[in-house]
């Protein structure tokens, strides 16, 4: 997913917009920003500052400065939660915990190298059983007896989901434990940042509730979620650069702007 927060001065959200990514990071962009800066009602001259983050920072040829996405979920999360001591990120790629003091990030852990913990472990089970992905979490919370799903793997869950179905055994009682499985890997992965409260929770698998539900009994622990948790990242971002920005004007000094792409700012703009 690619999103684009733009705030005030004052830290107030003018705009957010959410797409799907695709393959063309550049082009979707130009496209996100464009629509962005028409929900504010302002072009793109009235931008301050602009931080790129995420995996496609790199992309985003007319940012000021990129800023990694762990910096930028911190402050995002603190953003939303003053009180949040550990921040639980699930996306489509990988899954991350930080620890937060006082706005702070002091540590994180994370787990990018296989689908196990993520949301693509989700929508690959989702598409096995021909279900809608938002179909999942409301279909686990009927189950009575979750099962076991032991494989880590992704690709002998599918297996063993499938396995599991052909047995007898109801699909409300495998999804409770799918979801029972990757919330298990998950508060493990945490585990060594020590859980204590406020716990946020954002990301697209924050959406659903059944893996919630999950996460919270793994954890012991209620979990919190933003108003929309795809935008945590963006909006931390935001935030950053709202204050690089604001402490330069502080100190009579200009905004250090990167050197910002007119070829690519007169793209979205004219809306080519």
């Known amino acids: 997913m690619t999103k684009v927060v733009i ?3 004052e830290g ?18 130009n496209k996100v920003m464009e629509e962005a800066l028409q929900q504010a009602r302002q072009p793109f001259e009235a931008l301050t500052f602009i931080v790129a983050t995420g995996y496609g920072r790199i992309m985003v040829p007319f940012a000021d400065r990129q800023i990694t996405e762990i910096t930028c979920h911190a402050r995002g999360v603190f953003n939303s939660f003053p009180g949040v001591r550990l921040a639980i990120d699930i996306g489509g790629q990988d899954a991350k ?9 002091l540590d994180f852990a994370m787990s990018d190298k296989c689908a196990a913990g993520t949301g693509r472990y989700l ?23 979750k099962v076991d799903i032991s494989s880590t793997c992704t690709i002998f869950a599918q297996q063993e989901v499938v396995s599991r179905l052909s047995e007898g055994v109801p699909l409300e009682d495998v999804l409770a434990g799918v979801h029972d499985a990757i919330a298990g890997r998950v508060a493990g992965m945490v585990g060594r940042l020590k859980i204590e409260p406020d716990v946020v929770f954002t990301g697209g698998v924050a959406k659903n509730i059944g893996f919630v539900k999950a996460l919270e009994e793994k954890l012991g622990c209620r979990v919190l979620i933003p108003e929309e948790p795809l935008i945590s990242g963006a909006i931390g971002a935001a935030m950053l650069g709202k204050e690089i920005a604001m402490r330069a004007l ?3 000094e200009s905004v250090p ?3 910002r792409s007119l070829d690519e700012a007169t793209f979205f703009i004219k809306g080519n």
């Open 97 to 105: 915990g930080l620890k937060i003091n006082n706005g702070k990030l």
């Open 123 to 145: 929508e690959i089970i989702a598409k096995t059983l021909g279900l809608r992905l938002d179909e999942l979490g409301s279909i686990a919370l009927k189950s009575t007896r």
């Open 250 to 252: 502080a100190r009579g």
């Open 7 to 9: 705030v005030d001065e």
């Open 12 to 29: 107030k959200i003018c705009a957010s917009v959410i797409h799907h990514t695709g393959a063309e990071h550049r082009r979707l962009a």
């Open 257 to 259: 702007r990167g050197e």
